[in-house]
């Protein structure tokens, strides 16, 4: 719609100006662009360890980006995770900034043995997230002196249930497969004021397609593990039910009215992985990842820039003092990472690129349980005032509650 693909600029020259609390799971302006932002949400230690770890995998916690770390589970084992995360952002441009603060419900997801070499898992999370927000931005409507104010807002998320699972075919060789279901609804209402007259329009888009995904482990003796995942290219499908109201003079009158509108299709690209897990002791775990999503195979366009290749670099570790040490700091697990993305979107010969650095710690909750509370902290930046766009700083704390326990094991009392 030409209106949106003028806002779409004036969005980024002038997001300033205002504190805004959201229940998304972001509050950036560029979610605006294609189907959202990517989430900064995360399962377990994953989010500590720079969004990394297609190489991790271990008894005690759920790792959803290699489906093959799910023949790693022991025998008649039960995992469950949930989290929540808050995400406060600070927004300029070369002459003003604007803080915000978003949270939510970030992830819940299970996994249970089958056998002694096969486990699966189910999960669901945000893959995109949407949540940006103009208000009273005043422009002159062209060819005259008059002017038009405009307020446009977005919010919305795609979301990401997944089944995973993993089968060992050898005690150092893993494999796995994912079938992921993406789906959600992206909200969009523009309002557009002019002397005694204003346009309304309100459109709700909803997209869904599924996505197989495979992956591979293999454990180089006891200090280095191989990680290796391929998510293949989808489609997903869109319909759009959208109103459209202009008032003259203060009179409503319904312009559009149409639901079930057919979309264009959103493709994703093919996105290969790779990772690397080194443990120099038994106390400390370094994992270095690097992915490719090769998004200008897929074609897709956008009104302000054009998809380009990913490039994502993500480096973590992980300390701990002793797994079966009797005091209850010996069993704290130390983490830290950091992360470099290079960005989907190039708007005015600009990338979009990102970077980040992640610290956190896994709490034990008990001195027999495996289960864990996961803290991570993040601070990073995406973005720049290049131009007309603008750089985000984001402060970001995702706690994750992850929980193990033993199917069918009776206690025996003398």
Do not use: C
Not at 118 to 144: K, M, Q, R
């Amino acid at each position: 719609m030409m209106i949106r693909s003028v806002l779409l600029r004036t969005l980024l020259l002038f997001p300033l100006g205002l504190m805004a609390q959201t229940n998304n799971l972001t509050g950036s302006p560029y979610s605006l662009f294609g189907l959202g932002v990517s989430t900064n949400a995360n399962i377990g230690k994953n989010s500590s360890l720079g969004n990394g770890g297609y190489a991790l995998a271990g008894p005690n916690f759920i790792n959803i980006l290699n489906p093959a770390s799910f023949g790693e589970y022991a025998e008649r084992s039960f995992l469950f995770d949930f989290g929540f995360l808050v995400e406060m952002s600070n927004i300029s441009n070369r002459s003003a900034n604007e803080r915000r603060i978003a949270g939510n419900f970030s992830n819940l997801a299970i996994a249970a043995s089958l056998s002694p070499k096969s486990s699966f898992g189910l999960s669901v999370a945000p893959y995109t997230d949407v949540g940006y927000s103009l208000i009273g931005v005043e422009s002159n409507i062209e060819g005259s002196f008059d002017q038009f104010t405009s307020n446009i807002l977005g919010t919305g998320s795609l979301n990401d249930f997944r089944f995973s699972y993993g089968y060992a075919l050898t005690e150092h060789l893993r494999i796995g497969g994912s079938l992921s279901y993406l789906f959600g609804t992206l909200e969009e209402s523009e309002q557009i004021v002019a002397d005694q007259s204003s346009l309304s329009i309100a459109e709700q888009s909803s997209y869904n397609g599924f996505r197989l995904g495979l992956g591979l482990q293999y454990e180089l003796g006891e200090k280095f593990t191989l990680g290796l995942v391929a998510n293949l290219p989808a489609s997903l499908s869109g319909t759009q039910d959208r109103v459209v109201d202009k008032s003259l003079d203060f009179v409503p009158t319904v312009v559009e009215n149409e639901t079930n509108i057919s979309l264009e299709s959103f493709d994703l690209p093919l996105e290969l992985n790779g990772g690397i897990l080194i443990r120099p002791s038994n106390q400390l775990a370094v994992n270095l990842d690097y992915g490719i999503r090769l998004w200008e195979a897929t074609g897709q366009r956008d009104n302000v820039g054009q998809f380009i290749d990913q490039h994502v670099i993500s480096l973590g570790g992980e300390y701990i003092k002793d797994k079966q040490g009797l005091k209850f700091w010996e069993r704290l697990q130390f983490r830290a990472g950091f992360n470099y993305d290079t960005g989907y979107l190039q708007v005015n010969d600009n990338k979009i690129n990102s970077y980040g650095i992640t610290a956190g710690i896994g709490i034990p909750l008990g001195y027999r349980s495996a289960s864990r509370l996961n803290i991570s902290y993040a601070n990073s930046s995406r973005g720049t005032t290049e131009g007309f766009l603008v750089q985000e700083r984001f402060n970001t704390i995702n706690i994750n509650i992850s929980l193990k326990d033993i199917w069918f094991l009776k206690r025996k009392i003398n």
